[in-house]
Nanobody
Framework: QVQLVESGGGLVQAGGSLRLSCAAS????????MGWYRQAPGKQRELVAA???????KYVDSVKGRFAISRDNAKNTVYLQMDSLKPEDTAVYYC?????????????WGQGTQVTVSS
């Protein structure tokens, strides 16, 4: 199983930006899907953004046009650039990686990083 370490979370004012990074402990095959889920208190976990090995991306509607996911296969790292942040983006963000046969679901997860957006 791959170990994933997230970084880049924190406290930011509404309208601000953050960049999350997720580094894998070992080589992640470039065909693997990588991405981010988030979970806010009292809410279900939701897929925020994901990117396949072929570069196809998926975003939840609420972040389209504000967030951008990218990956650097040479560094085994996936990034989430978050701009125009809103208080409703406040959540713990979890990085994940999964086999392409799992679609947008993941089978390895990081510990999570807290993102708090103040109004």
């Amino acid at each position: 199983q791959v170990q994933l370490v997230e970084s880049g979370g924190g406290l930011v004012q509404a309208g601000g930006s953050l960049r999350l990074s997720c580094a894998a402990s070992r080589t992640v095959f470039s065909i693997m899907t990588m991405g981010w889920y988030r979970q806010a208190p009292g809410k279900q976990r939701e897929l925020v953004a994901a990117i396949t090995g072929g570069g196809r991306t998926k975003y939840v509607d609420s972040v389209k046009g504000r967030f951008a996911i990218s990956r650097d296969n040479a560094k085994n790292t996936v990034y989430l650039q978050m701009d125009s942040l809103k208080p409703e983006d406040t959540a713990v963000y979890y990085c994940g990686v999964g086999a392409p046969t799992r679609g947008w679901d993941f089978d390895s997860w990081g510990q999570g990083t807290q993102v708090t957006v103040s109004s």
